[in-house]
């Protein structure tokens, strides 16, 4: 087993079998087939969820507080 690549950051995203494993998951629960690379993104917490949601759909503007 080699560390190379074991101490890089992940993607932004999220980490690719990560996002695999929830996309083969959410595909059973949902009775559909879920596309890791663009219907998955793992997120820090909800705000960052929100911001993002809200960006991919043009919601509010990107200047909006956050308390």
């Given at each position: 087993m080699t560390f190379e690549n074991l101490w890089q950051y992940t993607r932004t995203a999220g980490h690719p079998s990560l996002i695999?494993?929830?996309?083969?998951?959410?595909?059973?629960?949902?009775?559909?087939?879920?596309?890791?690379?663009s219907e998955v993104a793992i997120t820090i917490g909800a705000s960052q969820a929100r911001i993002l949601k809200s960006t991919l759909y043009n919601e509010f503007p990107l200047y909006f507080l956050q308390y």
């Open positions: 695999t494993t929830l996309a083969a998951r959410y595909s059973m629960h949902l009775e559909r087939d879920i596309k890791p690379e």
